[in-house]
């Protein structure tokens, strides 16, 4: 299974991605968030985190193998547990996924129905059974809000959701722990561990 690939971007098309990848160009499906994030990437070296399916009829055993890329392997795994939810599927999920990451993942953490309900190919029925099932697993997703950042300024997402679980451990709520992480990105930096997150949020908070 193709996990991670990298090469140079030769086109976006649509939801396709035309990547170089030394004598041999692949094509790559991308939901739209992703698409807007690579249009400034081609000609440029990039890495897509990918998930493998098969496509076509299986009773007569016609089946094409695709990749679907994203860059990086929290919106892949948001992606995958999207996919999950009963009547959406990889083809619905490509085309749902006009918003980023964290704002799709906000409106699950606030159960809004008729924000969901408002995606490309979603509508009232899928959105609750969306809700229904992702509800409680999406709290770190929505906390993709630096996602505009350059990559090379962008913190790390682990250490960005283990920050969030601390903050949450230590009787912050959601929001306010969201709040705090927020400020600490705005100040364009990679943090390289928890602890050092959490002395920026302690900084700011105390005037630092």
């Keep these: 299974m193709i996990t991670k690939i990298t090469g ?64 990086n392997p929290i919106e892949r795994e948001f992606f995958e547990l999207f996919c999950q939810v009963d009547g959406v599927g990889v083809k619905k999920a490509l085309r749902a996924m006009v918003r980023p990451v964290q704002e799709v993942a906000s409106l699950i953490e606030e159960q809004d129905v008729k924000g969901l309900a408002a995606l490309p190919g979603i509508g009232p029925a899928t959105a609750e059974r969306v809700i229904a099932k992702l509800r409680r697993k999406v709290p770190k997703f929505a906390l993709l809000i630096s996602r505009e950042l350059p990559p090379d300024v962008a913190t790390e997402r682990d250490v960005l959701s283990e920050t969030y679980e601390a903050l949450r451990s230590l009787g912050h709520s959601e929001s306010d722990a969201r709040r705090l992480l927020d400020e600490a990105l705005e100040r364009k930096k990679k943090y390289k561990d928890v602890d050092e997150l959490l002395r920026a949020v302690y900084e700011q908070r105390h005037g630092g």
């Design 8 to 71: 140079i971007p030769l086109a976006v098309a649509g939801d396709v991605l035309t990547l170089a990848v030394g004598a041999f160009e692949y094509e790559v499906f991308i939901p739209e968030f992703t698409r807007r994030q690579l249009q400034a990437q081609v000609g440029r070296e990039t890495s897509l985190h990918t998930i493998e399916y098969l496509e076509g009829n299986q009773m007569s055993g016609r089946m094409t193998p695709r990749l679907v890329g994203f860059l």
